[in-house]
T-cell receptor
Framework: GAVVSQHPSRVICKSGTSVKIECRSLDFQATTMFWYRQFPKQSLMLMATSNEGSKATYEQGVEKDKFLINHASLTLSTLTVTSAHPEDSSFYIC????????????????FGPGTRLTVL | QKEVEQNSGPLSVPEGAIASLNCTYSDRGSQSFFWYRQYSGKSPELIMFIYSNGDKEDGRFTAQLNKASQYVSLLIRDSQPSDSATYLCAFPDVQGAQKLVFGQGTRLTINP
């Protein structure tokens, strides 16, 4: 239980194109999902908190018009990197908080496997 | 500003020994703490969570929490090469809030 998937796992695109990354909770409902970015040898950087049915809350310094987040259902959140540039190349990871999941401890987040984005 | 401090390492431990990872935090109100393990190129996975002072054991892993001194540690007994990874500690930003504050992680290498 508590499985989170991401698609695609790896994407290579040309500079200027947009890339959409999907994050799904497979066996539980997630009222809240989080999007992180991680550069090589660095820690996780929270980009935004996504709540089902409402606008995402972005962390300071993260451009909301560049990183579009949609959380249309309790099992799906998407991150769209618009007009991607080489500096956006990174490892993007989503996580989800479970709604009423008995095994989950307080505030536990379940992570997806990540999406490696390379912008040429 | 809530902060978590971890020694970034690398920490090298011989196989079979005990690996000790430490984390200090700034928010005295923090109630729960998490240890995540992250293999290179992979996403984090939860190893332990602890919310009471003292020790919590799960197999070869023991989490220790000292709220008075504001530190939490993770002990790995009988270290194996497969334990080589980066270990991240984390706690909720504000009690009852949603997001976790992560430390920068400690890179652990178990030497055969």
């Amino acid at each position: 239980g508590a499985v989170v998937s991401q698609h695609p796992s790896r994407v290579i695109c040309k500079s200027g194109t947009s890339v959409k990354i999907e994050c799904r909770s497979l066996d539980f409902q997630a009222t809240t999902m989080f999007w992180y970015r991680q550069f090589p040898k660095q820690s996780l950087m929270l980009m935004a908190t996504s709540n089902e049915g409402s606008k995402a809350t972005y962390e300071q310094g993260v451009e909301k018009d560049k990183f579009l987040i949609n959380h249309a259902s309790l099992t799906l959140s998407t991150l769209t990197v618009t007009s991607a540039h080489p500096e956006d190349s990174s490892f993007y990871i989503c996580s989800a908080k479970a709604l009423g999941l008995a095994k989950a401890s307080y505030n536990e987040q379940f992570f997806g496997p990540g999406t490696r984005l390379t912008v040429l | 500003q809530k902060e978590v401090e971890q020694n970034s390492g690398p920490l090298s431990v011989p196989e079979g020994a005990i690996a000790s990872l430490n984390c200090t935090y700034s928010d005295r109100g923090s109630q729960s703490f998490f240890w995540y393990r992250q293999y290179s190129g992979k996403s984090p996975e939860l190893i332990m969570f602890i919310y009471s002072n003292g020790d919590k054991e799960d197999g070869r892993f023991t989490a220790q929490l000292n709220k008075a001194s504001q530190y939490v540690s993770l002990l790995i007994r009988d270290s194996q090469p497969s334990d080589s990874a980066t270990y991240l500690c984390a706690f909720p930003d504000v009690q009852g809030a949603q997001k976790l504050v992560f430390g920068q992680g400690t890179r652990l290498t178990i030497n055969p």
